[in-house]
């Protein structure tokens, strides 16, 4: 920081209690405290930068987690950068990896970030955003610059990450291009003069080196936001495709909004410190409220609409929450649901693998938890056993609130 100082105002805490809400780590707090103090007195928007490697084209709620907090700067007035690592994502990242990551063509990398602003503008303001790439100031640099960027930092401070540091303990492998990659990321911060780079939690090495690299070419170094990931429906895991615990961006309404409405009350509040554009005095009161008596189904709703909203449009909200009114509180049965026919050879399918083979559990074991849990019903019967065996016939299955398929057994 310069050698000036300048007032902590209100208005200040009040930025900064926002930006920290829900985050894991904040380095160094007290200096961003002075960044949104002088951009405060002078009007001079700070620079909060986002890298992304177009590694897949699509997003889910976890992901939009950093999304969010650079919604909130936004709404702050400071400048958001949304930087889409075309040039990284050839070499790829090895955070948080035991293996060698292969590097991305180039067409798979260009294909992916056809869909990544598009999908991440549903939560940034576009008019307020600055795109770039980082292949901008990443090619011309050179086997010259990077040479001289090597030079800048030390290979026994890159072999302090964890993930590299197993890999050697194990034996494992270590290509020479993985190590250039935090100092290209850091580089980018150079190059766009960020005064605060945000990333999720197994980032914080990387954005660490892209404050040393700052202090090397005379700037000022920035300061690091780190983001937790976001636990799934089942409230353990990380929100993940693969785990089946995901709520995507590009759901149909009334399955985000019946998503959303699955998690526990508990995980609700993390999700609002999270996923919510509330501010933080309106939260406290809802706090209030639901500790005073309120139902906190009735607070619920009131998040999966704002997530709906966001997603789709207001109207959808409404209409999903209509929908899932009219069907979870008064029992009535969706119009339209997903149609299976199963051959059996007339001699009928397991509770179990029925539930798998619909679709309406991610594997036989998740089926006979759903049951042993209460959670399943066939033609609105609750099932009990297990072990059930579903004859042959035609039949309306229902898993938790929001799982419906009608299946024909032949």
Excluded at 37 to 66: E, F, M, N, Q
Excluded at 265 to 271: H, N, S, T
Excluded at 334 to 343: I, K, L, R, S, V
Aim: net charge neutral; charged share 25%; glycine share 8%.
């Amino acid at each position: 920081m310069s050698g000036r100082t300048y007032p902590i105002t209100a208005e200040v805490v009040r930025a900064l209690a926002l930006v920290l809400r829900g985050c894991d780590e904040l380095l160094i707090e007290a200096e961003f405290a002075q960044k949104l103090a002088r951009s405060a007195a002078t009007g001079k928007p700070l620079r909060c930068k986002l890298g992304l490697d177009p590694t897949a084209p699509d997003i889910h709620l976890g992901h939009t987690v950093v999304l969010n907090k650079l919604r909130q700067l936004q709404d702050l007035g400071h400048t958001v950068i949304f930087l889409i690592g075309d040039f990284t994502s050839m070499i790829g990242d090895p955070s948080g990896r035991n293996t060698l990551r292969p590097p991305l063509s180039r067409e798979e990398i260009e294909a992916n970030a056809k869909t990544y602003f598009d999908q991440a503008a549903l939560v940034l303001d576009r008019t307020k955003t600055e795109i770039r790439y980082n292949s901008e100031w990443s090619l011309p640099l050179g086997s010259d610059g990077l040479i001289r960027l090597s030079a800048k930092y030390t290979l026994a401070r890159l072999l302090e990450r964890d993930d590299f540091a197993r890999r050697m303990a194990s034996g494992q492998p270590i290509a020479m291009h993985e190590l250039l990659y935090p100092l290209m990321q850091g580089y980018d911060s150079v190059a766009l003069h960020a005064d605060l780079e945000l990333g999720g939690t197994d980032q914080k090495f990387n954005l660490l080196v892209g404050r040393e690299l700052q202090r090397h070419y005379g700037q000022e170094p920035q300061c690091i936001l780190t983001m937790p990931l976001l636990e799934g429906l089942d409230g353990v895991e990380k929100m993940s495709k693969s785990k089946g615990n995901y709520v995507g961006i590009t759901e149909p309404p009334f399955e985000m909004f019946g998503k959303v409405m699955s998690i526990s009350d508990e995980q609700m509040w993390r999700w609002y410190d999270l996923l919510s554009m509330r501010g933080n005095d309106e939260l406290a009161a809802l706090r209030r409220q639901v500790a005073e008596g309120r139902n906190p189904r009735d607070v619920k709703v009131l998040l999966a609409k704002e997530i709906v909203t966001r997603f789709h449009s207001a109207r959808a909200a409404d209409q999903a929450e209509f929908e899932f009114m009219a069907r979870f509180k008064a029992g009535a049965i969706p119009n339209e649901m997903p149609e299976f026919t199963f051959a059996t050879g007339g001699k009928g399918m397991a509770i179990a693998q029925l539930l798998k083979q619909a679709a309406l559990a991610p594997s036989t074991s998740e089926a006979i938890r759903n049951v042993e849990q209460g959670g399943v019903r066939i033609d609105g019967s609750k099932v009990a056993d297990r072990a059930l065996l579903v004859q042959p016939g035609t039949y309306v299955v229902q898993v938790g609130k929001r799982k419906w398929a009608r299946v024909a057994l032949t």
